[in-house]
């Protein structure tokens, strides 16, 4: 009977440790949602991008992606994400499609702009730049590497 009331007590602690541990991690991670405002932007490519994904601004967390759908009738990505109340963003703001590293998770980067004038709740930033695709711009070098070989070998032969 002793044994079973230990071994009760002892789960009783893991478990209680477990809600701690999840807590604090919970609490660290900011993941949390904003309360804040909607913001529309049209990207033509959002690679990486999924609901949840950070929006930052100078390097820190202002808001998350909300939704995203393609525009059926300009084939445009278009974004959702909620920004902190606390953060006005000028109307000539621009965004982008960045990453953490070379190979980081993505998130949006906001560069305000000097208007006066707000973006306002269900707003939009019309000044977009899409996802970058790495492969295809390492496909492009290595390939430009070998035509430019290739001019040069031809040239070498003409000169012969």
């Known amino acids: 009977m002793g044994k079973n009331l230990a071994e009760t007590l002892l789960g009783a602690v893991v478990l209680v440790g477990a809600v701690i541990f999840l807590t604090f991690a919970y609490s660290k991670s900011d993941l949390k949602t904003f309360e804040g405002y909607a913001v529309i932007a049209k990207f033509d490519r959002i690679d990486g991008l999924v609901e949840g ?3 930052k601004m100078s390097g820190i967390k202002i808001g998350s992606v909300v939704a995203q759908e393609l525009d059926t009738q300009t084939y445009l990505a278009n974004l959702t994400m909620n920004v902190k109340k606390s953060v006005r963003l000028p109307q000539d703001s621009s965004i982008r499609v960045a990453s953490n590293g070379l190979l980081g998770e993505k ?20 000044h977009t730049q899409g996802s970058v695709d790495l492969l295809s711009l390492v496909g492009r070098m290595i390939f430009s590497q070998t035509n430019a070989k290739k001019n040069i070998d031809n040239k070498i032969n003409e000169a012969n």
Do not use: F, Q
């Not at 560069?111 to 939009?124: F, N, Q």
């Open 53 to 55: 994904s950070d929006v």
């Open 107 to 126: 998130y949006l980067s906001i560069t305000p702009g000097g208007e006066d004038k707000m973006i306002k709740p269900g707003g939009e930033i019309t």
